[in-house]
């Protein structure tokens, strides 16, 4: 397995994610892609997921040392919903691999806390803004969002007005929550342009007298 770069190949980068392949058990790895060009992605099984990222950073002819980010990505039209996507960089050997992983809406993906302890702060992240469960990580709390706070906002059927909102109550002394409320009493939709909709501008006024009066000699 080569130096996986810029500069690498897309055949090298194929290659690459055979020997991958053929170092896990069949069927671990679903799927390789090369996408543009440059960027090297396996899509694994997620109860498999463990025993890819092991290999990827254990075995001396991959060395990817470090998880550089993991992330979810909402799919709402598929049975498998959310993909777990897992960034690695090899810095022994210059050259990056991104793990993918599928999880149904209400299913859980292994933590690899054990493995790069950095990833408790991912799992967190992508557990608070997707509702994905990391099965295993022990603080899975709100990063993001206040404690109190009800759903997920990174979903695609979040509304984007939120469930509640939150203000300052002065007779209470301290911060409520309460159901959104869109006013629209004040709302007046002429559909015009600002500039179309200003039909007299500052300093208009003496122009307008001088056209009642006539120009004073």
């Known amino acids: 397995m080569g130096e996986l770069t810029t500069n690498t190949g897309a055949a090298e980068m194929q290659a690459a994610g055979e020997a991958v392949r053929a170092a896990l058990p069949h069927g671990t790895v679903q799927g390789i892609e090369v996408e543009r060009g440059v960027e090297l992605a396996l899509r694994v099984r997620s109860d498999r997921v463990l025993d890819v990222l092991a290999l990827l950073r254990d075995a001396p002819q991959f060395a990817f040392e470090q998880l550089m980010d993991l992330c979810g990505v909402d799919w709402p039209e598929r049975p498998l919903r959310f993909e777990v996507v897992y960034n690695l960089l090899s810095l022994s050997r210059n050259r990056r691999i991104r793990v993918i992983t599928e999880v149904a809406d209400g299913g859980s993906v292994p933590s690899v806390a054990g493995l ?102």
């Open 116 to 217: 790069w302890p950095c990833a408790t702060w991912y799992e967190r992240e992508a557990w608070d803004m997707y509702g994905i469960v990391f099965e295993g990580q022990t603080d899975l709390r709100r990063l993001l969002t206040d404690y109190g706070f009800e759903g997920h906002p990174l979903r695609k059927d979040f509304p984007l007005t939120g469930y509640v909102e939150v203000r300052y109550d002065e007779e209470r002394k301290q911060v409520v929550y309460e159901p959104v409320k869109l006013m629209q009493d004040w709302r007046n939709f002429d559909f015009l342009s600002p500039w179309e909709g200003m039909t007299t501008l500052p300093g208009d006024e003496k122009v307008h007298q001088n056209r009642i009066e006539g120009p004073k000699p």
